[in-house]
């Protein structure tokens, strides 16, 4: 199959998976804005979530949304593919703004194309090279340990932050699950039969982990009354992490040398400024609508009627 065909598939195909995931997204956000206020972690928010119509939904889209990232993986390189998935956010704009009947926020989309550009950047002079995409038994310690230190970290800032910012470090806290999700899925692709399958601790670990994850992102929404600083927070970091993960533990290089550490250290600086421009504008926002009579419910960047 040529190159040229490959990509003529897996671009639009992604692009429609990145749309699944901000819809999805978009409709996480107003349930969980819904909800009773619930503590981070706490299982009980998942069924009282499951009760309203626009989750369910959510879930259906974010099945289809995942199901065509395969067929764009299929298709096209990860360098190609995440990018473009990432560009989820601005979907999430593109409906936040279309239920309100007003043009996105620029300021919005300047931060969103900041943190993107960022990752893209990162990604394009990282260039990760597959390895042999296997942890060895020795890895589950301290791979579980770094991951709870670092989500508890994260949820510790959360709770010594003002309410308006608090949605950043939980939506980095479900970053970080996603991201070791995805590295714990990477190296039980290669596994021959399910037999084998089942006596990998990995696949437990996700069982685990991926759940944790989920319930982060719905507490990331629950507290942001603008919903686009968790998607991009979340969009961008997973697939660092995953890096991260696959450097640390399954072989995968990154270029080196001084030019190319230096960049990839200002690329992430630029990443983290995206975030925290839109972290400070969704707050600018969300004043004004107040200050304009607005409910998060009427304009549609927050709670709904389900």
């Known amino acids: 199959m040529s190159s040229h065909f490959e990509f003529i598939v897996a671009v639009p195909v992604a692009i429609g998976a990145a749309a699944s995931f901000g819809l999805a997204g978009f409709l996480q956000h107003q349930a969980a804005r819904l909800a009773p206020q619930s503590e981070p972690l706490r299982p009980r928010l998942l ?3 499951m009760k309203m119509p626009k989750f369910r939904w959510s879930i259906v889209i974010s099945a289809v949304g995942f199901g065509l990232q395969v067929v764009a993986l299929s298709f096209g ?3 190609l593919v995440q990018p473009l998935l990432v560009t989820g956010v601005l979907f999430y704009l593109g409906f936040a703004s279309r239920s309100l ?3 996105p926020d620029s300021l919005l989309v300047a931060g969103a194309l900041v943190a993107l550009g960022g990752l893209i950047g990162f990604l394009l002079v990282a260039r990760p090279i597959a390895g042999k995409g296997e942890f060895t038994g020795e890895a589950a310690l301290p791979l579980g340990v770094s991951l709870v230190a670092v989500v508890a970290a994260c ?3 959360a709770s010594r932050l003002p309410e308006e910012f608090r949605s950043v470090p939980i939506a980095g806290a479900t970053a970080v699950c996603y991201g070791v999700t995805a590295g714990l899925i990477r190296s039980l692709i290669t596994v021959p039969d399910v037999a084998t399958l089942l006596g990998r601790w990995q696949l437990y670990a996700v069982i685990i982990v991926a759940p944790a994850g989920f319930l982060l992102n719905q507490n990331a929404f629950q507290e942001g009354a603008i ?3 968790a998607v991009a927070t979340i969009n961008v970091g997973d697939p660092v992490v995953a890096i991260g993960v696959g450097a640390a533990w399954l072989g995968e290089d990154l270029t080196t040398g001084v030019w190319n550490t230096v960049g ?4 992430l600086m630029l990443m983290a400024s995206g975030v925290l421009i839109l972290a400070t504008r969704a707050q600018q926002v969300a004043d004004r609508m107040r200050a304009e009579g607005l ?3 009427e304009a549609g960047l927050g709670e ?3």
């Open 101 to 103: 009947h007003r043009a």
């Open 77 to 79: 390189p990860l360098a």
């Open 304 to 306: 709904v009627a389900g």
């Open 295 to 297: 409910t998060p419910s």
């Open 264 to 267: 990839e250290i200002l690329l």
């Open 155 to 157: 949820l510790y800032t």
């Open 47 to 49: 069924i009282d979530l």
């Open 227 to 229: 919903g686009s600083v």
